[in-house]
């Protein structure tokens, strides 16, 4: 398949496809903490990523953990897969009846991938419904039908798009209603001077592409992402002196964002007595489940949520895993925002209702 060019901003494109396919030929070319993961993952993940063959795993340019569990069955779409690590941990994980698609723009990372596939798919009792393509992700429209998506994951790839609006509208296409987007990225406390923005070194290490938190949350709202949620966060390290005197006061960060394809999703938090339950189902989570970094739901203990909680626990795939009481014919007010017990709100970054 031929990626065509959709944006005006093909020099960008252009040199973020010479950086990740002739420049770096391993995660140790890098020169910021960025593109590496900062939290070690879940023990089933970590069981997973020992099924993905070593000549994956050693071009690995992610920057967090974006694949959730209990994914079994679904269909997973993978944005900017390089040479495939996330799209082989997810196809693990969806097992038999699940697929996984991965989509990426160069060629020399897809030929990793796709060369280890037979490696990986003979570990299997059956053979996993894996496939990559390539294509540029702001054109996922010409790629991925409307509607027929349960979860679409990306691990340090959107900063580096010239056209983030259309990434995340395509994505929001793609998805089925009750669909998520669970992704991790770099994002900033400040929108960057249009000097670093131009720097090829400072775009490829996924930094000068990064957006300003508060302006990701208003472009997730215009494209129909209501409510986005923070999972998880850390700040990221400028090893490089010359790298961290060009940004100086700049702040970096590595975030986990949870995006539900849900209309009836507010801006704000309402009330309308709703009580949601954990029922402990999903595997990896038994005695609770972190729905954001401020929601942390115990198992079989009854929390009283707002009206965007109670549905995207309730009306997504996540459903068949929580009990969720009462509807929205009652409106009480605004929720109290407060964090439930055992989350924590410490995160900096901006979004969710409550």
């Known amino acids: 398949m031929t990626a065509t060019d959709p944006t005006p901003s093909s020099t960008v494109l252009a040199n973020v496809q010479e950086y990740y396919g002739k420049i770096l030929s391993s995660t140790k070319d890098l020169k ?44 997973v779409l ?5 040479t495939g690590r996330d799209v082989y941990i997810a196809a693990g994980l969806v097992g ?14 897809l030929k990793v991938a796709r060369d280890a596939l037979p490696a990986f798919a003979k570990q299997f009792t059956y053979t996993p419904r894996v496939k990559f393509a390539k294509a540029y992700i702001e054109n996922l429209d010409a790629i991925v039908p409307a509607n027929s998506i349960d979860l679409c994951i990306s691990n340090c790839v959107i900063n580096l798009s010239p056209d983030k609006e259309a990434v995340l509208r395509g994505v929001y296409n793609a998805l089925k209603e009750g669909g998520e987007m669970y992704f991790s990225d770099v994002y900033c406390d400040r929108r ?7 720097d090829k070194i400072l775009y490829g290490e996924c930094l000068s592409g990064a957006l300003y938190i508060n302006d990701f949350v208003r472009l997730c709202h215009k494209v129909g992402f209501t409510d986005p949620r923070a999972l998880s966060s850390a700040p990221i390290e400028l090893r490089d002196p010359a790298i961290a005197e060009l940004c100086g006061n700049i702040k970096f960060y590595s975030i986990t964002y949870r995006l539900f394809k849900l209309p009836s ?90």
């Open 32 to 75: 910021t903490s960025a593109c590496c993961t900062s939290a070690a993952p879940h023990p089933l993940i970590r069981a997973a990523l020992k099924k993905v063959p070593a000549e994956v795993t050693d071009r690995y340019y992610g920057c967090g953990n974006p694949i959730p569990l209990g994914i079994e069955g679904l269909t």
């Open 78 to 82: 993978d944005l900017g897969c390089g």
């Open 96 to 109: 038999e009846k699940g697929e996984v698609i991965g989509v990426d723009m160069t060629d020399e990372q």
């Open 192 to 198: 960057m001077p249009e000097a670093l923005v131009g």
């Open 265 to 354: 999703l507010e801006t704000l938090c309402e009330d309308y007595g709703q009580v949601a339950t954990y029922l402990g189902t999903i595997p990896g989570h038994t005695h609770a489940y972190e729905l954001d970094d401020h929601h942390t739901f115990v198992t079989g203990k009854p929390v009283l949520v707002c009206g965007n909680s109670a549905d995207m626990v309730g009306r997504t795939w996540l459903g068949k895993h929580f009990k969720v009481d009462g509807d929205r014919s009652v409106h009480f007010g605004a929720f109290d925002c407060a964090p439930v017990p055992g989350g924590s709100s410490s995160s900096p970054a901006a979004g969710g209702c409550c």
